[in-house]
């Protein structure tokens, strides 16, 4: 407990640290807002003097404060992201900005004994900011001295030492994060050694430890994830590796790294796709915004899709019906649908106008013709509703008996272009059409796909009765789940997309201002309304990472290769915690969204952040799931075995697990997850309420890619049983801690005498 406490207050001071500055620059802003209003109101005094120059002046004067003005206004939250700690630099030179220009330490910046002073801090933001004596209390992540913070790695740090993440909310610190780019140096800071929080303190232990081996291990880690980081982005690149790897972090410094070394090149915009929310939010942790006016988009895959969607989908389906509905096989379902959904029970089966004195009809038989022919191609429906129009236009005129009135070709076009203005324009034609061949929503036939009879038409031949029931009662409930939003996207490819109304610009004071109207017709898009403008309108990204990517489904990677058609990728993931059933399925899948392009592939063979004594538990299961593969290579030890628990006759689960949470709490300085199957991750929430925010509960498909200090996984059997790659998922389940494991055995886990189930005996 008193360990625990002390970690908390390290992290706890160096938040204090780090909201100190912070509240230093807001009150600096304000300062800077200040003087520009000031700005702005003696302008406006002289324009009483009348004469033609102090308008001119007063006019200037206007236009650049309100301009400065509007700037801070915009950048003035969550705008401070990052900081960098320096060695000395080889000159005393400074930049423009403020900070020192050299780029590789001095000679003597480390010491012969590995020790070293800490020379320089910088805060990296939105905008640049400097105090009353122009000492840079932020850094504008676009200038030279910001470079570091993207491209300082283990192998070439340069002058840094650490890298810290910051972040805020408003003017709120809530966390950092650091990453050491020399663990094996000892660094002081005002005097004291410099502090590390979460993965970096971990890699400092490592380089810091007596022995050569450690030292060599600490090098290699360094050296596989920096070539992965650097490696060219020219094609594919492949990332694979085990638990403990750091596949994630070295995907999102890989970012980083392209971003600011080919910024032309990929102002298109990188995507990072992780497969939950919580991932998202854990890598949104790790990867600071940048800055990078929309230029980096973090995407759930419930999420990805959220125009179609309507929103973002954070809900599971169960594993039976998520295994149909991320099948290729609902490809063809979708097509039938797209198309079938036309033929709703309120469309007209009669169509009836008149024209040249004469009442003309096209009867149900006749208008499923037409729309048999209309359909006969593969564009999009919606997009074939001109199409459909025109063909029901020449089947009106053929009944009309003017076909053939006119031998003149001038004279006959004449007639059939005055039939069509006078039938087009009729309101009982237009209602029939809009009636006929409706625009039609992904949402709406995903929706018409919950009638069982239907879908069952759509179905025929593709999914059997069972599979058909299953998917129209879960299309039927509220809400969408994950699964669904692949669907609802390959359904707005199949209709295309309708024309979006224009958005009105907001009002803006500063466009009142007198004199701005010559001088600034248009207000300057900000950094801030660019960022969230390009967000809301790209749909393809210049590169692609996909996090976990063994977990996608074939439906998912139609969704996301969508979004990359002309891009290049870095795929991340393990096929040893893969939750998806059939992995020849997806690759297929996968290899039909990537194309022809080269590939390159990584292995990370060396797992830094589980235990050994955890790891050996682990590679049990993983036997079981996959014979003959090898986990990576656990490199630290920590002498505390797992701990095993049964649910006694007299103690129900929730007490149980409620009393282990506590315990884990009590022993280890940060947080606590507690891994259940999917269908108890409510009730799990109920058992831990009132422990605190450093205990979560969730799901075993939600643990993928997160890490606790201490995790407790509640009846392997469960997991294990919930889908036939359940064993991949209970291997994730036991891999997700840095410090200590407890396995809660339930009934269903015959566990023995020492409360170590079935799965997990020897």
């Known amino acids: 407990m008193a360990a625990q406490e002390a970690v908390d207050t390290v992290r706890d001071r160096e938040i204090g640290v780090e909201q100190e500055h912070l509240d230093q620059v807001y009150r600096r802003l304000e300062e800077k807002i200040h003087e520009a209003e000031f700005l702005m109101n003696d302008a406006a005094q002289k324009g009483h003097v009348g004469t033609p120059g102090a308008l001119a002046e007063r006019d200037a004067q206007v236009f650049r404060a309100g301009v400065h003005l509007n700037r801070l206004n915009n950048e003035f939250e969550d705008f401070l992201f990052g900081r960098i700690d320096l060695l000395d630099g080889k000159d005393g030179v400074k930049g423009p900005d403020g900070a020192y220009t050299s780029v590789e330490p001095a000679d003597d910046a480390i010491r012969p004994d590995g020790t070293a002073d800490i020379g320089e801090t910088l805060h990296i933001g939105r905008i640049g900011v400097l105090d009353a004596d122009y000492s840079p209390l932020v850094i504008d992540w676009r200038a030279p001295a910001a470079a570091p913070f993207y491209r300082s790695t283990p192998v070439e740090p340069g002058r840094v030492v650490r ?120 890598t949104e942790g790790v990867l600071p915004s940048l800055g990078e006016e929309g230029q980096v988009a973090i995407r759930a895959l419930g999420d990805l899709a959220e125009d179609a969607a309507g929103g973002v989908a954070d809900t599971y389906d169960e594993p039976a019906v998520s295994r149909i509905k991320g099948s290729s096989r609902m490809l063809a379902v979708l097509r039938k649908a797209a198309r079938g959904a036309l033929d709703h029970p309120d469309a007209p089966k009669l169509l009836r106008v008149v024209a040249f004195g004469r009442r003309l009809e096209l009867e149900a038989d006749e208008l499923r013709r037409i729309r048999h022919n209309v359909l006969g191609g593969t564009a999009p429906v919606n997009l074939l509703r001109p199409r459909a129009r025109r063909l029901l236009l020449d089947a009106l005129y053929a009944k009309s008996g003017a076909v053939g009135r006119h031998s003149d070709p001038e004279l006959a076009a004449e007639l059939r272009s005055s039939f069509d203005e006078d039938v087009s324009t009729e309101d009982s034609f237009l209602g029939f059409l809009d009636a006929w061949w409706p625009e039609l929503a992904p949402r709406g036939v995903l929706d018409a796909m919950g009638d069982e009879k239907r879908l069952g038409r759509w179905a025929r031949r593709v999914l059997n009765p069972g599979e058909v029931r299953r998917i129209a009662r879960s299309l039927r409930r509220p809400g969408l789940s994950v699964h669904d939003v692949a669907l609802l996207d390959e359904l707005h490819t199949l209709l295309g997309a309708p024309a979006r109304p224009k958005r009105k610009r907001e009002y803006d004071p500063l466009d009142q201002l007198t004199g701005l109207e010559e001088l600034m017709p248009v207000r300057e898009e900000t950094q801030r309304e660019r960022a969230e403008r390009l967000a809301a ?51 297929a899948a996968r290899d039909e969204a990537l194309g022809s392009r080269p590939r390159r592939r990584f292995e990370l063979t060396v797992n830094y952040r589980n ?67 999917m269908d108890r991750r409510a009730e799990a929430a109920r058992w831990l309420d009132g422990l605190g925010d450093r205990v979560v509960a969730l799901g075993s498909l939600e643990a993928k890619g997160l890490e606790y200090d201490a995790t407790l996984v509640v009846s392997p059997a469960e997991i294990a049983d919930e889908s036939p790659a359940g064993l991949r998922v209970l291997y994730v389940a036991l891999t997700r801690s840095t410090q200590a494991l407890t396995v809660l055995s339930g009934a269903r886990d015959l566990p023995d005498e020492a409360g170590v189930p079935d799965l997990l005996r020897d």
């Open 163 to 282: 890298r810290r993440v910051i972040r805020s909310k408003g003017r709120r610190v809530l966390g950092v994060e650091d990453d050491l780019m020399r663990p094996e140096l000892r660094a002081s800071l005002g005097g004291a050694e410099l502090p590390v929080i979460g993965d970096g303190a971990l890699m400092a232990a490592l380089g810091q430890a007596r022995g050569h081996s450690m030292r060599d291990i600490v090098s290699s880690i360094q050296a596989e994830q920096d070539l992965v980081i650097r490696a060219p982005a020219a094609s594919v690149t492949y990332v694979e590796g085990g638990p403990g790897t750091g596949k994630t972090a070295v995907a999102l410094h890989r970012a980083a790294y392209l971003l600011y070394q080919d910024r032309r090149r990929y102002s298109g915009g990188i995507l990072i796709v992780s497969p939950t929310p919580l991932l998202v939010s854990y």
């Open 611 to 677: 235990p050994a004594e955890i790891a050996e538990l682990a590679a049990k299961v993983l036997a079981l799931a996959m014979p003959g593969k090898e986990s990576p290579r656990a490199v630290r030890s920590t002498g505390v075995e797992p701990r095993f628990v049964a649910v006694g006759k007299d103690g129900g689960l929730a007490g149980t697990v409620r009393s282990e949470a506590e315990r884990l709490l009590a022993s280890v300085e940060g947080t606590v997850g507690v891994v259940v199957a």
């Open 537 to 587: 309108e790209r749909t393809e990204y210049a590169h692609v990472i996909v996090d976990e990517a063994q977990d996608l489904t074939p439906m998912q990677w139609r969704m996301v290769g969508r979004r990359g058609r002309h891009a290049t990728w870095t795929i991340v993931g393990d096929p040893a915690q893969s939750s998806w059933s059939d992995p020849d399925e997806a690759a």
